[in-house]
């Protein structure tokens, strides 16, 4: 790619966020002076946007907006820049203070894209699909606001599991086993796998072990009875009232999402954000005996 070629950029800013409105706006500015298309505007679920002409999105935000963002570019090509104005930033590979050089970049075609996988999911009703979408992090079916058991059956590439009772379980794509996945002690996926994460939530007697499976494996589960109150989840900004019966689909998309920028070392982003030690290289913070 060459430097005149001119691009169409949409700038999507946190919402309700001063600076990143702010830095936004003079972001617009300096791409539309030098002969670039660009608009602003701010995260929602109601922000219009078209993905046809797009070459790429910026993101003035957290990880929060860039899910929100990302998981409306599922499946179209179009590449995410995100630019850190939240706290973990496990998304985002840039900082505010060096948005020019990393926008010269994207605009020469010299930042790299990284591919992620995706989920796909839907929601069955008296055999008629009523919900469907994509999740960028993850899908949890879990349990409203009473203190009660989800009880599910779960079937995996049309072989039963079994049944299962706990408060809810977790599917993930690698990008998203940072978040509530290994929280709840599911483990850690490398970002460019091909995998889904299988974390039950407090699984009751321990019945079933976080589980990792092959990101073109197809997962079904069913809400069965004894589940008075149960809620789908996705990337914790989507929400959908389960009903006893309702079959619950999720499935691997692969490459469905591309990033922008190489993004920080994957196991320096676990040090900086707490996940494992940072200590020092030959060095042991304990004492031996």
């Known amino acids: 790619m060459q430097n005149q070629l001119k691009r169409h950029i949409l700038l999507v800013c946190k919402a309700r966020h001063e600076r990143a409105a702010q830095l936004g706006e003079e972001i617009r500015e300096w791409l539309e002076e030098r002969g670039h298309k660009a608009h602003l505007v701010e995260a929602g679920q109601d922000s219009p946007f078209c993905t046809d002409d797009l070459d790429f999105v910026v993101v003035l935000g957290g990880d929060g907006?860039?899910?929100?963002?990302?998981?409306?570019?599922?499946?179209?090509?179009?590449?995410?820049?995100?630019?850190?104005?939240?706290?973990?930033?496990?998304?985002?590979?840039?900082?505010?203070?060096?948005?020019?050089?990393?926008?010269?970049?994207?605009?020469?075609?010299?930042?790299?894209?990284?591919?992620?996988?995706?989920?796909?999911?839907?929601?069955?009703?008296?055999?008629?699909?009523?919900?469907?979408?994509?999740?960028?992090?993850?899908?949890?079916?879990?349990?409203?606001?009473?203190?009660?058991?989800?009880?599910?059956?779960?079937?995996?590439?049309?072989?039963?599991?079994?049944?299962?009772?706990?408060d809810g379980i977790i599917l993930c794509t690698p990008v998203g086993s940072s978040g509530y996945s290994v929280s709840a002690g599911g483990p850690l996926l490398y970002p460019v796998m091909d995998a889904i994460g299988f974390t039950p939530v407090c699984p009751f007697l321990n019945t079933i072990s976080p589980m990792v499976f092959p990101g073109s494996t197809d997962i079904e589960l069913q809400i069965l009875r004894g589940s008075t109150d149960c809620y789908l989840t996705v990337d914790g900004q989507e929400g959908h009232k389960l009903k006893k019966d309702d079959l619950v689909r999720i499935s691997g998309l692969p490459a469905a999402v591309r990033f922008m920028g190489e993004g920080t070392c994957f196991f320096e982003r676990l040090r900086s954000r707490g996940f494992v030690l940072q200590g020092s290289v030959g060095n042991c913070t304990g004492e031996m005996p």
Not at 106 to 126: F, I, K, Y
């Open 65 to 166: 907006t860039m899910l929100g963002v990302a998981r409306r570019l599922v499946g179209s090509d179009v590449p995410v820049l995100g630019i850190n104005f939240g706290r973990v930033g496990f998304l985002t590979d840039a900082q505010p203070e060096n948005w020019r050089e990393k926008l010269v970049e994207c605009l020469d075609g010299h930042e790299p894209v990284r591919s992620c996988m995706a989920l796909r999911w839907s929601l069955v009703r008296d055999g008629e699909e009523i919900q469907a979408g994509a999740a960028v992090n993850d899908v949890v079916v879990s349990r409203g606001s009473l203190s009660r058991l989800v009880c599910l059956d779960i079937w995996v590439d049309g072989q039963r599991m079994g049944s299962l009772r706990s």
